[in-house]
């Protein structure tokens, strides 16, 4: 019997194939995870469905939430992360700043400050 895939949800996928938000959803589709790209405005994003936000999921759990959206964005998730089951929050390069980090303390969520792409194996400028 095979292992579930990882389940992860890229908050700020895109449909621009430059952004981390897309190279992200590539790298963990090429790894074999189990994505959910998050963006209200479109509805898939490299053939993959796309949700509006992390209630949208299908699931109460998930191993891993990205995050590739500016910080004041990021707080705002941060709330529906209480709503999920969900193992890893990586805040990666340009999504941080002391407020988010402050406001996930607040809310119990421990944070990986790091790059979620190279995190699995990918090169996220080969992408």
Not at 5 to 15: E, L
Not at 83 to 102: C, F, R, T
Request: charged share 25%; hydrophobic share 40%; glycine share 8%.
């Amino acid at each position: 019997m095979t292992a579930p895939r990882q389940k992860i949800a890229i908050v700020g996928a895109s449909s621009d194939r430059s952004k981390f938000g897309n190279k992200a959803v590539r790298a963990f589709v090429a790894q074999g995870w189990e994505v959910f790209p998050i963006n209200p405005t479109l509805d898939s994003i490299e053939g993959v469905p796309a949700y509006r936000d992390l209630a949208s999921i299908p699931g109460d759990h998930l191993d891993r939430v990205s995050f590739y959206v500016p910080p004041q964005v990021g707080i705002r998730i941060l709330d529906q992360i209480r709503d999920k089951q969900v193992d890893e929050v990586w805040i990666n390069p340009g999504a941080e700043s002391p407020e988010l980090l402050k406001r996930a303390e607040e809310l119990g969520i421990e944070t990986i400050q790091a790059c979620s792409i190279l995190d699995v194996g990918e090169d996220p400028h080969s992408l």
